[in-house]
């Protein structure tokens, strides 16, 4: 009986050993929990080994520029395909490049086919279809640009530097030949606006051209003539005057005013004396016994005895306003005060035969009562009047494009070193470059008004927005020829292809952004075809200079000068 007791019990122990261990193994094991790939990221970019912000326009990138994408794991090369990963010109047209990869697949290179354009915006783009070896997508889409390099070749044949100034001035005078209005003969206003819309004073800075294109054999004397009748006789007997002053635009047809703005629908005196100071000028050039030539400066002298110069002192105060309307009166009310680019305007006042103004007209409201004196010296340069480091470079031009500034002198100034050291610190300032806009340089530079991406400023060291103005620089010819001339040779031959077209260099540009106005304007083409001519022969300071009016009226201002 105890034996078969100890065997039950032998029996159980082992029956519940072997039941409880299946139910053991009949027991669910747990899930490991599921583990996510590591995000997908861009560390850094790299072009031609040299690191640089990722979504942040790069500059003078090579032509030859390799691009490595570094990555914080290895890439699917399944997923890298032209779709995921591209290099393309503009963000439209993609770029043939080969990838080859790195650091165990973690670093994508993008080596072009062929080599990249000059002067070329590019995208570096990649988005979520590219994925990591572990399938883990693209955390956030990447989309960098660069500019490339400016391209070094020369875009036209090298020429000596005399036929080159010829080419300038025979292709900027195409504006005021070819593009004239068809009917009045005056300058239209720009290339890309209003075709009956032409301007008083950049007309004035043609008709100063005209000598200079005599003179050039781009049109014969007679020729020359003809265009000055047109222009004299729709003055005289079309065009809308106020006071004998002129508008700031006519409609070129039918010489009624276009308004400048809502109360500039009169008149603009400043505007007047850039366009008398050019009648002067032709009066002085055509100088001939012959009927034509007689009438043509008795018809001059009929409008420049017009203008009531002394009447825009608004009640005989000591300065001069610079507009009048026929609806609005004096009620845009801003004085002509000095320093700027009106000086002109005060010595032709003071020059009138028929109507002129005092010296203390002068001294008191364009001077200022020497209020427009500066004295002080930027990058090295004293700027004996104006505001902080000159301001646009228009302002020591526009006036000595006719009055000739060598030697010239009052109380107040010496005008040679005014528009030198003016100019020399704009170069300096460019040169300097202390924003950091891209294409700045010793031979790329100039800040003065002209248009901008989206409108038009008067850019200066004190208003830069990374326009450089062609103007600006050659206009200064006279002024620093070295510098001057180095830029107008990068001008073409370097952006020729960009910037010189039917009418010379186009408005302004911008490397920075790379943008390159279409426009011409009248106001900027002139200039320079004038003062490259007073570069090299002085014709245009020697016509206005010695004019007997005007030195009488630069005398009555207490100027200074070897013509005087």
């Not at 072009?47 to 003078?60: E, F, L, R």
């Not at 390099?149 to 100034?165: E, G, H, N, V, W």
């Not at 505007?271 to 001939?288: D, I, K, P, V």
């Not at 009447?311 to 002509?336: A, C, D, G, T």
Request: glycine share 6%; hydrophobic share 40%.
């Amino acid at each position: 009986m105890q034996v078969l007791k100890r065997n039950y019990l032998l029996f159980y122990f082992i029956a519940t050993t072997v039941s409880f261990g299946c139910g053991k193994k009949s027991q669910t094991a747990p899930t490991p929990p599921v583990v996510p790939p590591p995000t997908f990221v861009l560390n850094s970019l790299e072009i031609n080994k040299i690191s640089v912000p990722i979504g942040t326009t790069s500059y003078s990138i090579p032509a030859n520029a390799v691009v490595k994408l570094y990555f914080n794991a290895a890439v699917d090369k399944n997923s890298v395909t032209t779709a995921s990963i591209t290099l393309s010109e503009n963000g439209i047209t993609n770029v043939a490049s080969a990838f080859s990869y790195e650091k165990n697949d973690s670093v994508v290179v993008i080596s072009p086919n062929t080599g990249l354009k000059g002067l070329t915006r590019y995208f570096i783009t990649a988005n979520s279809s590219l994925q990591s070896a572990q399938k883990s997508k693209l955390g956030s889409d990447l989309n960098s640009p660069f500019i490339t390099q400016i391209d070094s070749t020369d875009k036209f044949t090298q020429i000596s530097d005399s036929a080159l100034l010829d080419l300038v001035q025979k292709q900027t005078f195409k504006y005021f030949w070819d593009f004239a209005h068809p009917i009045s003969g005056l300058a239209r206003e720009r290339n890309n606006g209003n075709n009956e819309t032409v301007t008083t004073g950049g007309s004035g800075f043609g008709i100063m051209s005209i000598p200079v294109a005599i003179n050039r054999n781009f049109i014969t004397r007679a020729q020359g003539l003809a265009r000055m009748q047109t222009i004299v006789a729709f003055l005289k007997d079309k065009a809308a005057k106020f006071h004998g002053a002129f508008p700031h635009w006519l409609n070129g047809t039918d010489g009624t005013t276009i308004p400048f703005s809502t109360k500039d629908d009169g008149a603009d005196l400043v505007e007047t004396s850039y366009l008398m100071a050019g009648l002067l000028t032709a009066r002085q050039y055509f100088n001939g016994a012959d009927l034509a030539e007689t009438n043509l400066r008795a018809d001059i002298n009929t409008m420049w005895n017009a203008v009531e110069w002394s009447w825009f002192r608004q009640s005989n105060q000591n300065v001069l306003y610079w507009h009048w309307s026929p609806k609005y009166n004096w009620e845009m009310n801003q004085k002509i005060e000095g320093w700027n680019e009106c000086l002109i305007t005060y010595i032709l006042a003071a020059s009138g035969n028929t109507d002129s103004i005092p010296a203390i007209v002068y001294q008191n409201g364009f001077a200022r009562n020497a209020a427009m004196i500066n004295g002080n010296s930027y990058y090295g340069f004293t700027l004996p009047l104006g505001n902080a480091n000159g301001g646009p470079l228009f302002m020591s031009q526009y006036s000595f494009l006719g009055i000739n500034p060598n030697g010239l002198k009052d109380q107040y100034a010496n005008y040679q070193t005014q528009v030198v050291n003016h100019t020399k610190i704009n170069y300096s300032y460019c040169v300097a470059n202390p924003r950091g806009n891209y294409g700045y340089s010793n031979l790329c530079w100039g800040l003065t008004a002209s248009d901008i991406p989206n409108g038009y400023t008067a850019s200066d060291p004190n208003n830069d927005v990374s326009v450089i103005a062609p103007t600006a620089a050659i206009s200064s010819l006279p002024f620093t020829p070295a510098e001057s001339m180095n830029a107008m040779k990068f001008f073409y031959y370097k952006l020729g292809d960009k910037i010189f077209k039917d009418y010379g260099f186009v408005d302004a540009f911008s490397l920075q952004n790379l943008w390159y106005a279409s426009s011409a304007l009248a106001i900027d083409q002139g200039p320079q075809i004038i003062m490259i001519e007073n570069y090299r022969t002085q014709l245009v300071w020697n016509l206005l200079s010695s004019t007997p009016e005007v030195k009488r009226g630069m005398k009555r201002l207490g100027f200074t000068a070897p013509y005087l």
